[in-house]
């Protein structure tokens, strides 16, 4: 069990490269296509009407986007696989080496500084990693999809995924139109209890079709399926509503409490399904912690010291301010539209020069 570990440990940080490299390459990308745009400023809008230079652009940006898509494949591959082979407890929290990974070659590749703060985000990620491996529960030996199927339907479990769906359900018909683009915490809420049923049936699938491999066939049991099916549904709810968060708040707001929420519930609900922590040390347990936590704080601080895109090269100096005025007289509301006439007072206060 001990190699299990090992096997799974080797999967989580293969997916956090590849899945890390992804985001540097589609960057890469997008800076090579926008490395052509000077011709433009010499000779004008006429390059869009060669053929040749649209052909070496869509080249270029499939070219990256073929390995961007790759990465993130063979990423996601690795995860699935390091879940069969090792405990939530220990796949999960490895998943911020990503952003380690991220940083890393933003530093060399994009030439995006990484400041001494990051450099000790990193430090804690990996420290934290290591406390993590060291110390994880070995996975227990499952023989059956059926022996899943009870460690799914014992009481302690249905009563998480009950309280997990009306939780969710509250999020989704009442908190989330009233509140959804304004608390961050609605629609991360929703990915992160969501999230973690989704590791739960994605595990069983794997560990499903490991034994299908080994020659105890398992497409047969209509667990397998259901399974499957609950998979497919939380996968795309997922998706769905960490689209809404990413949309609506920024995203190095967005990633630290989601990965904080979403490897907390995972380890949680791994907890109370496959016993993780059944015949651990009280010592393992609270180094185990300690890990989590640190790496956390890690992920945290690479966050906050993230440089922020740099904004669009619009000439916003040759563009007129446009005010719109709304004003509460009598109880009446007035709004100035762009075919009213300013009074000479308002004329003397709003100015160009004034906002320069």
């Not at 433009?40 to 070219?63: E, F, H, K, N, R």
């Not at 904080?260 to 995972?266: I, V």
């Amino acid at each position: 069990m001990y190699t299990d570990n090992l096997i799974g440990f080797g999967l989580a940080v293969s997916s956090s490269a590849f899945i890390g490299s992804s985001f540097i390459i589609k960057k890469k990308g997008l800076q090579r296509a926008g490395a052509s745009g000077p011709r433009a400023s010499s000779g004008g809008y006429g390059y869009l009407l060669q053929p040749l230079w649209w052909v070496g652009m869509i080249t270029m940006l499939d070219l990256f986007l073929f390995f961007k898509i790759l990465a993130v494949i063979v990423g996601e591959l690795a995860n699935f696989i390091a879940y069969i082979y090792a405990p939530a407890v220990l796949v999960t929290p490895l998943g911020a080496l990503s952003i380690i990974v991220s940083a890393i070659l933003a530093h060399f590749l994009l030439k995006e500084k990484l400041r001494k703060m990051g450099i000790l985000g990193c430090l804690l990620c990996i420290v934290g990693s290591t406390l993590i491996v060291l110390h994880a529960p070995s996975e227990h030996s499952i023989s059956s999809v059926d022996e899943i199927w009870d460690l799914a339907t014992q009481p302690a479990f249905l009563l998480y995924t009950a309280s997990a769906i009306a939780v969710v359900l509250v999020l989704v018909l009442y908190w989330g139109p009233r509140y959804g683009q304004t608390n961050i915490m609605v629609y991360i809420g929703i990915c992160s209890i969501i999230g973690s049923l989704t590791v739960m049936s994605i595990k069983a699938i794997g560990i499903a079709i490991k034994l299908t491999l080994e020659g105890s066939s398992q497409v047969l049991h209509f667990q397998t399926w259901v399974f499957a099916m609950v998979a497919l549904s939380c996968v795309v709810t997922q998706l769905n509503y960490l689209n809404k968060a990413l949309d609506n708040f920024n995203t190095a707001v967005v990633s630290p409490i989601y990965y904080a929420m979403f490897t907390s519930l995972t380890i949680f609900a791994s907890a109370i399904m496959f016993k993780d922590w059944s015949g651990q040390s009280a010592g393992n347990i609270v180094s185990v912690l300690c890990g989590f936590i640190t790496v956390l704080s890690g992920t945290m601080i690479l966050h906050s010291t993230r440089e922020p895109d740099p904004p669009p090269t619009a000439e916003y100096s040759s563009l007129s301010p446009q005010i719109s005025w709304l004003i509460h007289a009598n109880g009446e509301i007035w709004k100035q539209k762009d075919s009213d006439e300013l009074l000479p007072e308002f004329i003397g206060i709003i100015r160009q020069d004034h906002f320069k």
